[in-house]
């Protein structure tokens, strides 16, 4: 190959821009062009294409969000929008295209490969570390870090006056930021979509807590599982606690990324970039235990990862 593009795509991450960093490095280094394509998918069809160099690249491995900017394209879900898109990378003489993004931007690079024939590799990308292959994907650390941050000082005033406070924090199909960040807070509670839960058995808990001597609580929802506000109504109206709710929201989002995240970023975005130009396609670059790997597309989009039960045992024992 003597040209490549690279994308981020899909909801924002921190350590997005370490991860473009690496492809672009990576890449020149072994004598290829790259072309960045702004605003995801969106900007390929609509060609908002600039060459990358080394200088492009330059001073942003510590920059949260993504210099190449992300958008959701409703254009690139139909045939004719995808279509668009190919023309634009053929003109522009792209023979591989690296896709940085959550499991929404690793279907959409799948299915291109598949209808256009060209080579695509994925990077995982995604604050809800919810992408099957590898154990983390980038931006998850980070985003559980800023959560933990702000918990940890809501816990100063939950002391100081007694009250239980009840967090929301990302996670609309999974709680794996809810359950991390719980545990590192030592949080009394938490409620996730992927488990059934009681509202009323945690009550429980709380009113026992207090009757032990503990004298506040956090309690960590996931977005899916329930509104904040709700739960700490709830939790008011059948406990007689005081109570407050706080949403982190995007706050998660944004960001200076972690260092795990941005050597995980690195490490993602030179394997997947080194693979594509060694004649592979159609993978997603992933790491398993400290061991980075390679898994297609059609597997890694094939499963469902799910929060291990294990932590939940734990945080229970710990929450007494």
């Known amino acids: 190959m003597k040209r490549i593009g690279v994308i981020t795509s899909g909801g924002d991450a ?9 492809v672009v490095r990576s890449a020149l280094h072994r ?149 991390d960040v719980a545990l590192a807070c030592g949080a009394e509670g938490v409620l996730i979509p992927e488990f059934p839960f009681s509202i009323a058995e945690i009550c429980e808990n709380l009113k026992e807590q207090r009757s032990k001597g503990k004298s506040s609580s956090i309690v960590v929802v996931a977005e899916g599982a329930g509104k904040g506000n709700e739960v700490c109504d709830f939790i008011v109206k059948n406990t007689g606690l005081e109570a407050r709710a706080v949403v982190l929201g995007h706050m998660q989002r944004g960001g200076s990324p972690s260092a795990f995240d941005r050597v995980l970023a690195l490490r993602l975005g030179a394997l997947a970039t080194n693979r594509l130009l060694s004649g592979y396609r159609g993978e997603m670059a992933g790491l398993v235990g400290n061991r980075l790997v390679t898994h297609p597309l059609s597997y890694v989009l094939s499963q469902t990862k799910t929060v291990d039960a294990e932590r939940l045992l734990l945080l229970g024992v710990m929450a007494q």
């Open 14 to 22: 921190p350590g997005m821009n370490a991860a473009l960093r690496a």
């Open 31 to 179: 004598g290829v062009e790259v072309l960045g394509f702004h605003h995801g998918w969106r900007g390929v069809i609509s060609e908002e294409v600039t060459p990358l160099n080394t200088k492009s690249v330059g001073g942003i491995i510590n920059l949260g969000g993504t210099i190449l900017r992300s958008a959701r394209c409703r254009e690139f879900r139909e045939p004719e929008g995808r279509a668009q898109a190919m023309e634009v990378l053929r003109d522009n003489r792209v023979e591989g295209l690296v896709v940085i993004g959550g499991d929404g931007s690793l279907t959409g690079a799948k299915v291109l490969m598949e209808e256009h024939d060209i080579a695509v590799m994925g990077v995982p990308g995604s604050i809800d570390n919810d992408i099957a292959g590898t154990d983390y994907a980038i931006g998850f650390d980070t985003a559980v870090n800023t959560a933990r941050d702000a918990i940890d000082k809501v816990r100063d005033t939950a002391y100081s006056h007694d009250r239980v406070f009840v967090i929301e924090v990302m996670g609309r199909n999974n709680g794996f930021i809810a359950v």
